[in-house]
């Protein structure tokens, strides 16, 4: 199953798949916890000896955990050393786009499990999306996923892409330039993972600015090629930056447009390191 789907909820179009529970735009985060199935909790629970081990039968092995989803005893994280490991609930994740939902600057989207509840996600729109054209729209999503494993980070980060199942989890995390992480082993802090994502609407109305701009332009013949040799050829040794040079080329092609006096684009277009929000 590509997809990985456990249970998920969704606002708006039906997922490829067809799974999970279809809601309305409005839903708080405590509803969309319950309707996406991931009103459950974790813990962790000490490796114990085999109980015919030579020497400690049936002991416990010293800084040695698994973590179990405490509803139906699913081990989602078979081995994690040590004492510094601090579980992250579904609850937590869910409290960190509070403080959005109430001030209704963003709608939660889309959210829910993959691999038997290994990895957790919730995905959140903006209101700051615009239409290019008759019916090509333009979203910026807020992505938050958790990792269950003991092994794995935490990660946020701002995405166009709609997140709906493990594909399309798979292909916002490697489109994305700007990943703020959380490695479990301190206490997690919301604010300072709000400043370390930068979330700001300004970056993003000077990209629909740039946007809009660039989708009136047509290309005829010769520009045509000149633009995308120059987009895919000379200023990209590698796809992933493609993205990233395209307000460029055009700016390059098109001296006195409103490309020269706009910002850069949003955060999910920059080339800038993944880095985690902890000091």
Request: aromatic residues 10%; neutral net charge.
């Amino acid at each position: 199953m590509s997809h990985e789907i456990e249970t998920m909820a969704y606002a708006g179009e039906v997922p490829w798949h067809g799974l999970g529970e279809a809601v309305t735009n409005d839903m708080s985060p405590a509803d969309m916890m319950k309707a996406a199935g991931l009103d459950w909790t974790v813990s962790m629970t000490a490796n114990h000896y085999p109980p015919d081990h030579p020497t400690h039968p049936g002991e416990a092995v010293p800084n040695s955990h698994f973590i179990e989803r405490e509803s139906d005893g699913s081990i989602l994280g078979e081995y994690v050393a040590g004492t510094m490991y601090k579980p992250f609930q579904n609850a937590d994740l869910f409290e960190f786009f509070a403080p959005f939902i109430e001030d209704k600057s963003m709608f939660l989207h889309t959210a829910g499990s993959l691999f038997g509840g290994k990895k957790v996600w919730c995905m959140a729109t903006t209101n700051e999306g615009f239409t290019l054209g008759k019916d090509d729209q333009v979203n910026n999503n807020l992505l938050f996923t958790i990792a269950h494993t003991g092994v794995n980070a935490n990660s946020a980060l701002l995405t166009p892409i709609r997140v709906v199942c493990n594909n399309t989890m798979r292909l916002a995390l490697q489109r994305a330039d700007d990943i703020v992480t959380h490695n479990h082993r301190v206490p997690f802090d919301a604010e300072a993972m709000k400043v370390a994502l930068g979330i700001s609407s300004e970056t993003f109305g000077k990209f629909e600015e740039v946007a809009k701009a660039m989708a009136k332009k047509v290309l005829k013949g010769d520009e045509e090629l000149e633009f995308f040799k120059y987009v895919l050829v000379e200023r990209n040794a590698k796809a992933k930056t493609a993205l990233s040079s395209i307000p460029k080329a055009y700016a390059k092609q098109w001296p006195h447009s409103v490309v020269n006096s706009a910002a850069p684009p949003p955060p999910k277009l920059r080339r800038r390191p993944r880095r985690s929000w902890q000091r």
